[in-house]
Nanobody, 124 residues
Framework: QVQLVESGGGLVRTGDSLRLSCAAS????????MGWFRQAPGKERECVAA????????TYVDPVKGRFTISRDNARNTVYLQMNSLKPEDTAVYYC?????????????????WGQGTQVTVSS
């Protein structure tokens, strides 16, 4: 089992920045690809960003490219999501997730472990 705990969400204004953190415990962190997902009311959960085990490969959903950056610190068992130039449409619950798949995937059903989520609200 992998336990994931997110932090860093909050209420911000358009154009502000936030940094989400996700602390992992339970199994060897570097064995897992890590991802950040979000789910807005009435919408499906989507993968915002994902990062490979060693951090050398990342992928982003188009609406956040150039604004969000995912990173990881395997020594600290932590993955981060730096969110800049936030927009009201970024408002959602953000979840951290881990997957043991060989290939980095953004398919929600392929992710094995999930955090409890942290709310991000961007006011206009």
């Amino acid at each position: 089992q992998v336990q994931l705990v997110e932090s860093g969400g909050g209420l911000v204004r358009t154009g502000d920045s936030l940094r989400l953190s996700c602390a992992a415990s339970g199994r060897t962190f570097s064995n897992y690809n890590m991802g950040w997902f979000r789910q807005a009311p009435g919408k499906e959960r989507e993968c915002v960003a994902a990062i490979s085990r060693g951090g050398g490969t990342t992928t982003y959903v188009d609406p956040v490219k150039g604004r969000f950056t995912i990173s990881r610190d395997n020594a600290r068992n932590t993955v981060y999501l730096q969110m800049n130039s936030l927009k009201p449409e970024d408002t959602a619950v953000y979840y951290c997730a881990a997957t043991a798949t060989y290939i980095l995937t953004t398919t929600t059903s392929r992710w094995d472990y999930w955090g409890q989520g942290t709310q991000v609200t961007v006011s206009s």
